[in-house]
């Protein structure tokens, strides 16, 4: 049976998703994230209010954050084999690593990042079956400020490059390697793909077959 390109890409992110290895994370503004609330209907915390970036990692990851462990945090900006920017932030706990992957493009992450140093970044990390999600500030880096440089507005970038950037980061994040450790290798990844809702929209109206990978 022949496939197409795209029904293999697709097929490839549905099984890396059953596999819990990657998922559709998002980015919710301040305000949104004081109409927030848990599952058990309590409102966020004021102390950890900002841009939120929400995504899921591995059970025994969450876990371990939930046990104390610490954290190490770390982040990098990679050029995507089309010519769009994406920034990864890397959360790892033990050996395990989660990695936000959020293409540099649009209104909401100029915004976010515009903010670094007023408001605080803040993410939310829970499981595919809903645990509770455990939120953190993340500490200051410079990438995040250096992100600024990099960012391109929607009507300046062809859906079909943004589509697959945003694919081909997100396979290259999923390697070990492709972000440092920090005291210990880290053995298992996984990468939450990020799609502010603008960036999601703008696929949806110009590609939906390739939007429809993101789901």
């Known amino acids: 049976m022949q496939y197409s390109s ?3 890409v697709a097929k490839f992110l549905q ?4 596999a819990e290895i990657l998922a559709s994370g998002r980015l919710m503004s301040p305000q ?3 109409e927030f609330r848990y599952q058990d209907g ?3 915390d004021p102390a950890v209010s900002g841009w939120t970036f929400c995504g899921d990692v591995n059970p025994k990851m969450l876990d371990l954050i939930a046990a104390g462990e610490k954290i190490r945090h770390s982040a990098t900006i990679w050029k995507a084999p089309e010519g769009t920017y994406v920034l990864a932030l890397q959360q790892q706990v033990e050996n395990w690593a989660h990695r936000f992957i959020v293409p540099l493009s649009g209104q909401s992450i100029r915004q976010c990042v515009s903010d670094v140093g007023c408001i605080p970044i ?7 079956f809903g645990d509770l999600a455990r939120v953190l500030a993340i500490p200051f880096s410079p990438e995040l400020v250096e992100a600024h440089e990099y960012i391109v ?3 300046k970038v062809s859906v079909f490059a943004l589509a697959d950037d945003i694919v081909s980061a997100s ?7 492709a972000m440092c450790g920090d005291g210990q290798s880290i053995k298992a990844v996984c990468v939450s793909a ?4 603008e960036v999601r929209a703008f696929l949806e109206a110009h590609q939906p077959s390739v939007s429809s990978m993101m789901q």
């Open 6 to 8: 795209i029904e293999v």
């Open 15 to 18: 099984f890396v998703s059953e």
């Open 32 to 34: 949104e994230l004081e």
């Open 42 to 44: 309590s409102p966020i």
């Open 122 to 128: 803040i993410i939310s990390l829970s499981t595919r």
């Open 153 to 155: 507005d929607l009507e």
């Open 171 to 177: 396979l290259h994040f999923l390697r070990p390697d």
């Open 194 to 197: 990020v799609a502010a809702p």
